[in-house]
């Protein structure tokens, strides 16, 4: 069974100023499934609507963002969650950290700058569970940073004493004490050198493997998907262009915007210039009508204009959604 079930989902973000109301389709239709013991990732540029379905699959939607179409549906350890109608309390006392948890870029923001990092363990455990027995505590949490191959002193450093990568770890080890179902990493690399990228990506997919629990790895940085993902999602102003294993994605994209992606990414000792999309994303307040693509793609034809592509079907979980496809392998 599933672990995530996403089905033609909206989420736009409704102002009004001057009595003038507009609205940013931000996730316009998305449909996706997560299964459990994968690393499921979300690619695509910014303003692509990334940041705004972690907002719903996290429960965190905040005026002015609302759900205005489509489910979202866990099967959980403790049982189904529908969270068009989960309370935020429930969300507070069974679901964030125990079954979803969250890895940011930078993770400052889940740690504390004044506390020595036991203490945010501390936090995090008493606020969730409570904490009995202090020695019994300690222990575990030395065992848990142990086994993600963090140094025991760790534990009693200031974040300001950790380098940016051992901080992304320390936000890691916090994420997983629990052992939640699902961890969504948001750009988790980003920021770090290319080196210590490597060592927290490594950590992830041990982590991953381990526990076998679901990781939703959300980047623009393709490499970071072809060496850590099982499934890719590439999105495109708000809508899904593309979804496939890791593989099929890399070796045959079908979409011209995924191609786009995978084209531009560097390849050692090639000195040819990569090929450039003109143009940015469109904005989601007043996006184009058809294919959102159309106004940047280099194959564009008079009915992306007008028609939104439904997904077709590859096979072997491999779907796109553009006027220039059939469906099925040729
Ligand atoms: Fe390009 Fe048309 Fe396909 Fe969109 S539907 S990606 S505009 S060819």
Not at 23 to 28: C, E, S, Y
Not at 246 to 263: A, G, M, S, V
Not at 291 to 299: A, E, M, S, V
Request: glycine residues 8%; proline residues 6%; charged residues 25%.
């Amino acid at each position: 069974m599933a672990l995530l079930q996403v089905e033609n989902l909206r989420a736009y973000y409704r102002t009004e100023m001057y009595g003038v109301s507009r609205q940013v389709r931000a996730v316009d239709d998305v449909t996706i499934t997560l299964e459990p013991n994968e690393i499921y990732g979300v690619a695509g540029e910014s303003s692509c609507g990334k940041t705004t379905l972690i907002k719903v699959l996290s429960g965190t939607i905040k005026p002015p963002l609302r759900v205005e179409g489509g489910s979202v549906k866990y099967n959980f350890k403790y049982g189904d969650v529908d969270m068009s109608t989960v309370t935020e309390e429930e969300l507070r006392k069974n679901i964030r950290w125990k079954e979803i948890s969250y890895v940011m870029q930078g993770s400052m923001s889940v740690l504390n700058p004044v506390r020595r990092v036991i203490k945010t363990f501390e936090d995090i455990i008493a606020t969730h569970e409570g904490i009995k027995d202090r020695a019994l505590f300690r222990e575990r949490i030395e065992d848990h940073v142990k086994k993600l191959g963090l140094p025991p002193d760790v534990l009693n450093s200031y974040p300001h004493e950790l380098s940016g990568g051992m901080k992304q770890r320390v936000a890691i080890a916090l994420a997983t004490v629990f052992k939640p179902s699902l961890i969504i990493a948001d750009e988790p690399t980003t920021a770090l050198d290319v080196v210590v990228q490597r060592g927290v990506l490594q950590l992830l997919k041990e982590i991953q493997s381990v526990s076998q629990n679901t990781v939703l790895l959300v980047t623009h940085d393709m490499a970071v998907h072809a060496n850590v993902a099982n499934k890719v999602g590439i999105m495109y102003a708000g809508r899904l262009a593309e979804e496939g294993p890791t593989e099929l994605i890399f070796k045959r994209p079908e979409h011209p915007y995924t191609q786009h992606l995978i084209n531009s990414l560097p390849v050692i000792g090639d000195k040819t210039g990569k090929s450039s999309l003109e143009g940015t994303p469109p904005n989601l307040a007043n996006p184009p009508e058809g294919c959102r693509f159309h106004p940047r793609c280099p194959k564009a034809l008079p009915i992306c204009r007008s028609e939104v592509p439904a997904m077709k079907d590859f096979g072997g979980g491999h779907r796109a959604a553009c006027h220039l496809l059939q469906g099925g392998r040729q």
